[in-house]
């Protein structure tokens, strides 16, 4: 489950990023590098969070 | 009409494209799935406040906050957007890598019965939750 909350969280930041482009913004390569990588680590930062946020609430259940 | 036409045709340009395209439907489905993503952006946080929420309940409070009007509708929009999307997705995914025609709509059709199955019955378990029977 926790492999697939960062499955769905990347694929949420990568989603963003395409309709960034879609919209015509950051093609440039540093910014599609910088993008990419934000993506990447977004997902796995909100992913953590996501469930430190549960445990928190669940108590350790 | 610039260049020299041989063969008079009475169509007009947008007769011709009409119902063209590999997928019949133009850019139907490439619209959807940028409608069905936004609106799932707007639903994230408010889904995962859901979810977060259900932790540590109970079965009966669980179905009665699934149940409760607020709750249910963020739920079913979740649920409409999140099945179409995936359903425009896999379906993107068919026809670019199922090379074999009958194979193809095969495969489409069974994406579209999974994906409608899915979306049915999730909606279905919301709906008795917030009916209460």
Redesign the interface.
Same mark, same amino acid.
């Given at each position: 489950v926790f492999g697939y909350t960062w499955a769905l969280m990347h694929h +949420?930041f990568s $989603? %963003?990023r395409h +309709?960034v482009w879609?919209l015509g913004y950051g093609f440039k390569a540093s910014e599609r590098e910088a993008m990419t990588w934000g993506a990447l680590v977004a997902g796995i930062s909100a992913t953590v969070l +996501?469930w430190i946020?549960?445990y928190m %609430? $669940? $108590?350790g259940? | 009409m610039s260049a020299p036409e041989t063969v008079k045709s009475m169509r007009t340009p947008l007769g011709r494209v009409r119902n063209l395209g590999a997928s019949h439907s133009g850019t139907t489905d490439f619209w959807r799935q940028r409608i069905t993503a936004v609106a799932m952006i707007l639903l994230t946080v408010p889904v995962i406040v859901v979810v977060m929420m259900l932790l540590g309940s109970n079965h009966a409070g669980a179905a009665q906050m699934l149940g409760s009007p607020l709750v249910a509708i963020v739920l079913l929009l979740f649920i409409i957007a999140s099945t179409w999307h995936m359903k425009i997705g896999m379906q993107v995914v068919i026809e670019d890598y199922a090379h074999h025609e009958a194979l193809k709509l095969a495969l489409i059709m069974a994406n579209n019965f999974f994906c409608f199955a899915v979306a049915l019955a999730s909606i279905y378990a919301i709906l008795k939750l917030s009916s209460g029977v």
């Open positions: +949420l $989603g %963003i +309709l879609d +996501l946020v549960a %609430i $669940g $108590g259940q | -």
